[in-house]
């Protein structure tokens, strides 16, 4: 991705507070009324305190009650700023959420494979947050500050230019040191986020490969690599609080230096009658008032350096563009018959090391098809391009004689079902499971389909029948349960197409017996592609494709493959020799 100038980064932030261009005006108002009051209270003060030196009548102190009254208004609107501001920023927090969200979605398997976990959920939490403040609370922040400071210095210009001039020399001092902190800020912040991302990928690690830790008794070794990962995070997050910190710490010392510089001065002009003691303590007051928004403008800049940095991962993603998509003239498909064609199809993940090579068949619709061969054969890379997961390198995939690329996505996918080897469930229900096959589907269509992946028998054996939670990943189901759960899904989805990659691989007998009885009714007049493992599986099937080394090496139906006596049948007869073989082995 082209690395975009920060002006450029700034400007884009900007647009996902655009939509709540009102409620920030609203807030912006409030601010700037707010500042007002802010900046009139120093001049106000004049008068009250020449009375109290001049021992003026007592009714005269009760200009201090208005005061008070102004100070109430001034809260009121600070209120209304800083809860408006923050709506909208946690608005366009939430907003930033689900855009990301929904782009990571629109990726390709090939992106998921070359990303960590851990990382990913770093941008979409702790890189967000530093975007959402660079939207948001920055803006308005800054607005405030430059009311303030162009305010204060209109005021101090009036009441006594001489002063004025001593007050300004801390600006060009705060300037310079914010923009040499502000750089080594940015720098460090950035190098702080990529770390924070490590870090969370190993806390997401550690959770999902508990069993294997707890298991080779690791606990010691993951305790270590972690704290590794960690005193390296707080290494340089203690260097961004080194330079961050002196920030304040310095502020204050060039404020008390001047105040105290505008003190020997002012007194002085006090003395020779050319200013009132209530006009000193004023300019005094806006002086410190023009302090803080030199300050706050050091401090600003190093914030947005940081949120500059968090932007930048998070546009590195949104930026990412999908490589499967739907072209621009895709069309939709209409009620799929079943059909499907590769020609000469080649493909590899890693340049130079092919995959698939060169592989041509057709397929009747209905047609029962099973894919064999040794591990590495090629098979779930078809089964992966059959399913779009990743396009060809060269040649075409078809699908009742029309190019599957040029198809959208969604009136594909809406018409066909996939049974992973390792399935994994959502959170949630066993009902919102099956029920993710088809959302609106009735209570009576829930029930049929899981009756006819054979689920409904131990899912009412539960205590919470259908609103058992699974737990995470479904972790609390054996093997055989998830994949009828799995099944059941596609029952209710009922494609027109079946794709199942080793659906029966790794279950005991009993297991087996049901699923295989399961798909049995689910493939009845669709066609579908296995990845076959089990032998009883392949001489059901229409037709056998075999595969060795990326080609289709043999095709026919069980008793033509034996006697050809070629691949086949030195795997089928392996296989009766070692009932116990690796699965790969077929």
């Known amino acids: 991705m082209a690395k975009l100038k920060p002006q450029t980064q700034t400007r884009r932030v900007l647009t996902y507070a655009r939509p709540y261009w009102r409620t920030l005006s609203l ?43 102004l100070f109430f208004i001034q809260t009121l609107l600070s209120f209304a700023h800083n809860y408006l501001s923050g709506a909208v920023g946690q608005r366009v927090l939430a907003d930033l959420r689900v855009g990301l969200f929904s782009h990571l979605q629109s990726l390709s398997l090939h992106f998921f494979l070359r990303r960590r976990t851990g990382e990913l959920l770093s941008r979409l ?12 609370e920055l803006p308005v922040n800054i607005v405030r500050q430059a009311v303030i400071l162009v305010g204060g210095v209109s005021i101090i210009l009036v009441m006594n230019w001489r002063l004025s001039f001593l007050a300004f020399f801390l600006i060009p001092v705060i300037i310079f ?12 912040s950035t190098a702080v986020q990529d770390h924070l991302a490590q870090t969370t990928t190993l806390m997401e690690e550690m959770i999902s490969g508990i069993r294997s830790i707890k298991s080779f008794g690791r606990e010691t070794y993951e305790k270590e690599r972690f704290s590794q990962q960690t005193g390296k995070t707080l290494a340089i997050m203690l260097k961004r609080l080194k330079i961050s910190a002196a920030f304040g710490p310095l502020m204050v010392f060039l404020g008390f230096s001047t105040a105290c510089g505008l003190m020997w001065y002012g007194a002085r002009e ?20 023009i302090t803080g928004p030199v300050g706050s403008f050091a401090r600003l800049f190093s914030k947005l350096q940081e949120g500059l940095g968090a932007s930048r991962r998070v546009f590195e993603l949104l930026d990412t563009v999908p490589k499967i998509s739907d072209q621009r003239d895709a069309k939709i498909l209409p009620a799929l018959l079943g059909a499907v064609e590769f020609d000469r199809v080649c493909f590899h993940y890693i340049e130079g090391q092919a995959v698939l090579r060169e592989v041509s068949f057709k397929i009747a619709p209905g047609e029962k098809v099973a894919l064999v061969g040794p591990s590495g054969a090629g098979k779930s890379t078809l089964i992966h391009l059959l399913h779009r997961f990743y396009d060809p390198v060269s040649g075409g995939i078809f699908i009742d004689g029309q190019a599957l690329q040029g198809l959208q996505l969604k009136s594909y996918y809406d018409q066909i079902a996939y049974v992973p080897q390792e399935v994994v469930l959502f959170g949630g229900t066993l009902r919102e499971n099956i029920l993710y096959g088809k959302l609106q589907a009735s209570e009576a269509e829930l029930i049929s389909a899981s ?14 029948g259908y609103e058992t939670l699974v737990g995470e990943k479904g972790l609390t189901l054996s093997g055989g349960q998830r994949h009828r759960i799995a099944i059941a899904r596609a029952f209710l989805k009922n494609p027109r ?12 007998n009993e297991s087996e017996r049901f699923i295989q009885a399961a798909l049995d009714n689910l493939m009845k007049d669709k066609t579908t592609f296995m990845i076959a493992h089990r032998l009883t599986t392949i001489q059901k099937v229409d037709r056998i494709l075999v595969f060795n080394q990326g080609r289709l090496a043999e095709e026919g139906n069980h008793e033509q493959l034996m006697a050809q006596q070629g691949l086949y049948h030195h795997l089928y007869t392996l296989k009766q020799a070692d009932p116990l073989a690796p699965p790969q082995s077929v």
Request: aromatic share 10%; proline share 4%; glycine share 4%.
């Open 270 to 289: 006090v003395f020779l009658g050319k200013l009132s003691p209530g006009e000193l303590i004023a300019f005094i007051m806006y002086a410190v008032i």
């Open 177 to 188: 040191f914010a923009r040499f902190m502000g750089r080594r800020l940015k720098a460090l």
């Open 27 to 69: 807030a912006t108002l409030c601010l700037l009324l707010s500042s007002g009051i802010s900046l009139s209270l120093p001049w106000l003060l004049c008068d009250p305190v020449n009375i109290m030196l001049a021992q003026k009548s007592i009714p005269d102190l009760n200009i201090f009650m208005a005061l008070i009254v």
């Open 451 to 464: 009756k006819a992946a054979y689920a409904h028998e131990f899912i009412m054996a539960f205590p919470e």
């Open 497 to 508: 197409m079946l794709i199942l990659d080793e659906a029966t691989a790794y279950l005991d």
């Open 125 to 136: 939490t702790n890189d967000l947050a530093e975007v959402q403040t660079l939207a948001t």
